[in-house]
Each structure stands twice: as structure tokens, then as C-alpha cells.
Nanobody, 122 residues
Framework: VQLQASGGGLAQPGGSLRLSCAASGRTFSTYVMGWFRQAPGKEREFVVSISGSGRTDNADSVKGRFTISRDNAKNTVYLQMNSLKPEDTAVYYC?????????????????WGQGTLVTVSS
């Protein structure tokens, strides 16, 4: 499974960005897809995940602001980020897990994209 993340960039506080992650493989609908992020000087942390059936799990820090979705026909997962804050600045990574069940543990995701930088600043 290969993952290609895109859509990062510069946004103002309160603004929005949408990240995309395109996946290879014929069984994308069976993957749990997750987004993680790593801010400068900090450890990588879980952001949000979505199962093949559409069940989602959001970290408390992004609830009500970030929405994950997927298009199984396009083998793509999206992260819509609204009401961005400076503390959302980080490299965002998409990850895939061949499982029915969501997880927040990064060691349970076998496949990772290259990361895309999101900077929130005025």
C-alpha cells in the first residue's frame, strides 16, 4: 500500500484547508485510514481516523473543527480542517491499517504517507 498526501500549505487563524491522501491497492474499502500530525519539537500525535464503513474517531483537540471522509471509489481520504489555530501547525501524515477497527495507536498502522506541512499563521 502506497499513500500520497497533499493539500498542505499556509492558512490564517480561523481559516480552512483540506488535505487529501490517495492510496494504492484494490481493497481500499477495507482499510482504516488515519491522520496523525507532528508539530515542531513534539511527538507525533493522533488526529482522526475513519474505518471502511465510515466510523470515525476524532482527537479531542480537533472535535468540531476537523472532519475526515473517504471516497472508496477514488481510493482517497480527506481531512477538512476548519477554524484552524496556530497550534494546528504541524506536518500531517496519513496512515493505513488493514482492519475493521479504528485505533489511535500509530504502531498499529502499517503504511504511512510522506507528510504534508500545514502552517497556521497570520
Amino acid at each position: 500500500v502506497q499513500l500520497q498526501a497533499s493539500g498542505g500549505g499556509l492558512a490564517q487563524p480561523g481559516g480552512s484547508l483540506r488535505l487529501s491522501c490517495a492510496a494504492s491497492g484494490r481493497t481500499f474499502s477495507t482499510y482504516v485510514m488515519g491522520w496523525f500530525r507532528q508539530a515542531p519539537g513534539k511527538e507525533r500525535e493522533f488526529v482522526v481516523s475513519i474505518s471502511g464503513s465510515g466510523r470515525t474517531d476524532n482527537a479531542d483537540s480537533v472535535k468540531g473543527r476537523f472532519t475526515i471522509s473517504r471516497d472508496n471509489a477514488k481510493n482517497t481520504v480527506y481531512l477538512q480542517m476548519n477554524s484552524l489555530k496556530p497550534e494546528d501547525t504541524a506536518v500531517y501524515y496519513c496512515a493505513a491499517r488493514i482492519s475493521l477497527w479504528n485505533t489511535r495507536r500509530e504502531d498499529e498502522y502499517a503504511y504511512w504517507g510522506q507528510g504534508t506541512l500545514v502552517t497556521v499563521s497570520s
